[in-house]
């Protein structure tokens, strides 16, 4: 979109944490203002309206009308925690919240790089992306101690990860899959 540039491509003007985001991982999305950015997005032309704003939730009109139901469906990334990470980030200020994203990042490049069977990819940006820091931080040490031990085939180690993230994503009554928007029929 012409004129709309953002400088934090970790997490979107919407609430979205791009840098969890498959498609961003892949190189296909530079993130909410970067380059190109996603030129349809009615988000980003409401910043450009508003004084290029760099969240929403520096917007007097912020929560309006464009986030009614917008945690309901998920598109490539999950849109479940948006309004709460915008909350959350203008709650601990964006250089706390930036510092915990990037712990997330981390986290995620270690299970992709670690776990990563070829089928797991989008279920861990999932699971980042909806359990809390100090979860990841237990499931990863847990995840360490069962694996290391022995010498276990990547798809052994990719199931017991899956394993350790289900049963605390059971335990806070998360489902780590996308929403998807029902089929037009």
């Known amino acids: 979109m012409k004129g709309f540039n953002r400088n934090d491509l970790l997490f979107s003007l919407c609430g979205l944490n791009c840098t969890l985001c498959v498609m ?40 309006c009308e464009k986030y009614n139901g917008i945690d309901e469906f998920d598109s490539f990334i999950t849109h479940r925690n948006q309004l709460k990470d915008m909350e ?42 909806l359990l809390d820091i100090q979860d990841l931080r237990e ?14 085939a990547l798809k052994e180690k990719a199931a017991i990860a899956v394993k350790f993230f289900q049963t605390i994503a059971q335990e806070k009554n998360i489902v780590l899959k996308l929403n998807k928007k029902p089929s037009k029929t």
Do not use: W
Request: hydrophobic share 30%; proline share 3%; with cysteine.
């Open 24 to 63: 961003k991982l892949d190189n296909y999305c530079p993130g909410c203002g970067g380059g190109q950015g996603n030129q349809g997005c009615p988000i980003a032309r409401c910043s450009l309206q508003h004084q290029n704003i760099e969240y929403c939730f520096q917007c007097i009109e912020y929560p």
């Open 88 to 129: 959350k980030a203008q709650l601990i200020g964006m250089k706390k919240y930036h510092l915990e994203l990037t712990e997330k990042n981390d986290i995620l490049k270690y299970l992709l790089e670690n776990y990563n069977d070829g089928r797991r990819k989008s279920f861990f940006c999932i699971a980042v992306n």
């Open 139 to 152: 499931i990863v040490d847990r995840i360490k101690i069962y694996t290391t031990s022995t010498d276990l």
